[in-house]
């Protein structure tokens, strides 16, 4: 059973958007059964890394899109964004250094980030982002 499970309640109604969040959701049930089955921190490290890259993709195509139409809370979005992949390269840096196992803390902390950002933030841009032809 996934950590955390993508339904349809999660659409933004932008396809690239949503294969971004499923992708996320699949990151943070990989970094979970890591954890889970105590695999190893270079195991674990790599699945943080691949987390905090896509993250930093996926924010930055978000950005992009919402530069390119106008979208009037893109830096709050953006603010939001950065706090997040803040936290998350600072979960690596305390990983790697050996400061910080990871531990169900750290993927409450992920997996409710992600669902609420999801539900409270991106979905406020679906209507935006289709009165202009994106879907």
């Known amino acids: 059973m996934p950590f955390v499970d993508w339904d349809d309640s999660y659409s933004v109604a932008v396809a690239e958007f949503d294969g971004h969040h499923k992708r996320l959701f699949d990151l943070t049930n990989r970094l979970h059964e890591a954890i889970k089955n105590r695999e190893g921190n270079q195991v674990i490290g790599d699945v943080i890394t691949e987390l905090a890259n ?31 992949v803040d936290k998350v390269l600072q979960f690596k840096a305390d990983h790697d250094s050996g400061k910080l196992f990871l531990s169900t803390q750290v993927l409450d902390f992920l997996k409710e980030w992600l669902v609420k950002h999801i539900r409270d933030v991106d979905k406020s841009y679906s209507s935006f982002f289709n009165s202009r032809g994106i879907s």
């Open 54 to 84: 896509y993250t930093q993709t996926h924010f930055g195509r978000e950005e992009q899109e919402m530069a390119n139409q106008g979208y009037i809370e893109a830096m709050d979005h953006k603010r939001k964004h950065d706090e997040f």
